[in-house]
């Protein structure tokens, strides 16, 4: 079973950066395609942002395209995201996804998929 444990959010002005990681504590999480959702404060659903899928594609939501890099080190278990030029509206928790059924994702079907597993989040808020 994949348990997925974020890391790295943080309070930051706008124009600022942050690195988020995911650690997947049973070492299983390289098997399969991830991804990082966001939930804004107020909202219920997730919002899908990146996705590394299982051959190794990327694809980015489009209010973070050119902003936001989703990285993975198979060695050391673990999911990266870089974040430049946070704006207040990046304000969110920020959750960590491994789908556990496809090798090619979408930015949609990381958020919505039954068969996603997420970490429990790291909250990140841009103010100044």
């Known amino acids: 079973q994949v348990q997925l444990v974020e890391s790295g959010g943080a309070s930051v002005q706008p124009g600022g950066s942050l690195r988020l990681s995911c650690v997947d504590s049973?070492?299983?999480?390289?098997?399969?395609?991830m991804g990082w959702v966001r939930q804004a404060p107020g909202n219920t659903g997730h919002e899908g942002i990146a996705?590394?899928?299982?051959?190794?594609?990327?694809k980015y939501a489009d209010s973070v395209k050119g902003r936001f890099t989703i990285s993975r080190d198979n060695a050391k278990n673990t999911l990266y995201l870089q974040m430049d030029n946070l704006k207040p509206e990046d304000t969110a928790m920020y959750y960590c996804?491994?789908?556990?059924?496809?090798?090619?994702?979408?930015?949609?079907?990381?958020?919505?998929?039954?068969?996603?597993?997420r970490g429990q989040g790291t909250q990140v808020t841009v103010s100044s």
């Open positions: 996705t590394l899928d299982w051959y190794g594609a990327i």
């Open positions: 996804a491994a789908d556990l059924v496809r090798r090619v994702v979408t930015i949609s079907s990381i958020a919505t998929a039954r068969e996603v597993v």
């Open positions: 049973q070492g299983t999480g390289t098997r399969y395609s």
